[in-house]
């Protein structure tokens, strides 16, 4: 049997990290119910009032994602690292560099992707104003894929150690700031009838630069990781 | 060349060549700093307009400068000791941590005494203050992945990786930061620095700052030097050295 090519191995991997996902349901509606219930304490302390939490609303809704996201980020190579079945995925002859895309992208796609669908349920609840939904939901889905692509680079560096779950929160929070600064600014922009396209292109822009260069930094760090 | 490059390797060659720069740095280092310091804090003339409080610019501007550029020699030893497996640079990374975050740490303190005669307030959300904040929280996410790895040297790679990625994300976050607050909120408190400085202040803030490198450099040294005797331990040089007590 020969080996499948990058792209094939690639595909298929990201298929596995679904499949895997899909059959424990209640790990993909964990973070959906973390995002429900954070949302829900920010009313109970700030106060129910409606103009109050409008304002408050962009910064609240990206904040929670940003929480939910963190949580998750741990778990990304936990399990495969457990079996062993990522020592063979570095053992494979197809790019690291890919392989962890894969990973990712399936991270991404059962976390930030859905966080950001469901996003204008809580955006109502908050009492955000209609016309930032649409920015909401769209800086989302740029935003937690940046957030998912620095989250690996922890996961990746803490994998090997017993207790990375609150380490994980210290090295890469810092670097969610950026994220948080203009995925927030977006949100805010449209809320006051401000354009939010140049927010979300630097949205953007930062998903293409996290994009080159964090499977870099994963693939260094689950090598270091798997050799201690 | 590659000898130089291969001593740079030897912990009992590197140890030796520390204490050498140390002994004639040590003295200048204290020097400089004793002369700067209470120029600056005694000697100088009061600013017209903040009159004596402006005196903290001769700790908090060189504590600041040194923090950013100590957060470059921690990621630029965590290169080395990446790419051409150096363990002295692995060294030098591990050791410029804590000291990089004691001086960030610093000048945050100072620039929160600074501020409260100053601005009314000891904190703002500034740009520059943000930044230094978070630049507090990277160095401190790498003292504690350095602690939480049993094996050393995968904590060493480990703590380069992360000092790497987060010296891409230095720019970034400073930009972002800076973007962020512009649009927030009016220029109410402007930071004006003087560009046209007098010189009569400037020469002792001049000399504060190298003072300061001297001693980043000496931290670094001395913190290098602990560490090289903790990780050789079981080595014949240090035996030796460690019956020979006395004479360094």
């Known amino acids: 049997m020969s080996a499948p090519g990058a792209a094939q191995f690639c595909v298929r991997l990201l298929r596995r990290q679904l499949l895997l996902a899909v059959r424990r349901p209640i790990e993909i509606a964990n973070p959906l119910l973390f995002f429900a219930m954070v949302v829900a304490l920010f009313p109970l302390g700030l106060g129910p009032s409606p103009e109050k939490l409008a304002g408050f609303a962009p910064g609240v809704l990206w904040i929670t994602a940003l929480l939910s996201n963190l949580l998750t980020s741990d778990a990304v190579f936990r399990s495969d690292f457990d079996d062993g079945s990522l020592e063979q995925l570095l053992l494979a002859p197809q790019p690291l560099f890919l392989s962890v895309l894969a990973y990712i992208g399936a991270h991404w796609l059962t976390t930030g992707m859905l966080l950001a669908l469901v996003s204008p349920v809580f955006a109502l609840m908050l009492n955000l104003p209609l016309q930032a939904v649409g920015t909401l939901v769209v800086s989302l889905l740029l935003g937690t894929a940046v957030l998912s692509l620095v989250g690996g680079i922890g996961a990746a560096l803490t994998v090997g150690l017993k207790r990375g779950g609150m380490l994980i929160s210290l090295l890469i929070l810092p670097l969610y700031m950026p994220v948080l600064i203009f995925g927030g600014a977006a949100v805010q922009a449209a809320t006051s009838g401000f354009p939010a396209a140049p927010y979300l292109a630097i949205l953007g822009a930062l998903l293409c630069f996290a994009v080159a260069l964090a499977p870099l930094a994963m693939a260094a760090g689950l090598r270091i990781s798997i050799d201690a | ?62 504590a600041a400068v040194v923090a950013l550029a100590g957060y470059y020699v921690m990621a630029l030893a965590g290169a080395v000791s990446l790419i051409w497996r150096m363990k002295m640079a692995d060294v030098a990374m591990k050791a410029a941590a804590p000291i990089g975050a004691a001086f960030t740490f610093i000048a945050l303190f100072t620039g929160a005494v600074w501020g409260k005669p100053t601005w009314g307030t000891w904190w703002v959300w500034d740009a520059r203050i943000t930044s230094m904040l978070i630049l507090l929280f990277l160095y401190l996410g790498v003292v504690a992945l350095y602690e939480a790895f049993d094996n050393k040297e995968a904590a060493g790679k480990a703590c380069a990786v992360l000092s790497l990625v987060g010296m891409v994300n230095i720019p970034i976050i400073y930009k972002s930061v800076d973007w962020w607050y512009s649009l927030h909120q009016p220029a109410s408190i402007k930071f004006t620095e003087k560009s046209t400085i007098d010189p009569s202040m400037f020469y002792p803030l001049l000399l504060c700052i190298g003072a300061f490198y001297a001693l980043f450099t000496c931290c670094l040294l001395l913190n290098m030097r602990a560490e090289l005797l903790q990780r050789e331990s079981r080595t014949q040089w240090v035996k030796k050295l460690a019956t020979e007590s006395g004479r360094n």
């Open chain 2, 1 to 62: 060349m590659w000898s130089i490059f291969h001593k740079f390797g030897s912990p009992p060659w590197l140890y030796s060549i520390s204490g050498a720069i140390l002994r004639w740095l040590l003295p200048a280092t204290l020097i400089a700093l004793i002369v700067g310091v209470s120029w600056g804090l005694l000697f100088t003339s009061p600013d017209f307009r903040q009159g004596n409080s402006y005196r903290i610019i001769y700790i908090h501007v060189p």
